[in-house]
């Protein structure tokens, strides 16, 4: 008895092991396809202070850290202003509490989410470049708040990548 508990156990840790590979490889995929220029700008963004900001529209339209119930439920638009801004430091998750993922919409538009698994709590971040040096700049910012929509979506990509597993 003891035998077939241990074997289970050992099953699951290898689907759940295999599931973590699944995504991690599905975001390295998505980070191959992001543009050169973007993945330099998202490395220099992150470590150096004075390019942040100088590569923000200020003000940065998006939406506060909020506890209501989607990133598109605020009737007011909300401003990031320059001064208060809290600088973005490169994302890090020893602990694997949160997923990652980009949007790409062409080649001149990039959606950055985070997510707390576990959570409906999102962050996003639009990246743009809009003019003809080919600049990229931060254009919008949705600190972390619910998005019911975007946990729907996600957790019927889970469901599915656990279907694909057990086949």
Not at 10 to 27: F, H, L, T, Y
Not at 142 to 160: D, T, W
Request: contains cysteine.
């Amino acid at each position: 008895m003891s035998l077939l508990l241990l074997f289970s156990l050992v099953e699951q840790g290898c689907k759940s092991s295999a599931s973590e590979e699944n995504k991690q490889e599905a975001v390295e995929e998505t980070e191959k396809r992001l543009p050169e220029d973007f993945i330099e700008f998202f490395r220099k963004f992150h470590t150096d202070s004075s390019y942040q900001m100088d590569h923000i529209t200020f003000p940065l339209e998006g939406l506060p850290n909020s506890s209501g119930d989607t990133l598109e439920n605020s009737s007011q638009r909300f401003f990031w202003q320059r001064e208060g801004w809290q600088i973005h430091k490169p994302f890090t998750d020893p602990s694997h509490q949160f997923a990652q993922w980009y949007e790409i919409y062409g080649d001149r538009m990039i959606e950055h989410w985070v997510w707390m698994k576990g959570t409906n709590l999102f962050l996003k971040r639009r990246f743009a470049t809009l003019s003809a040096d080919g600049e990229w700049y931060l254009i919008y910012y949705a600190g972390m708040r619910p998005n019911s929509e975007k946990l729907e979506e996600k957790q019927a990509e889970a469901k599915a990548e656990a279907e694909e597993g057990e086949k």
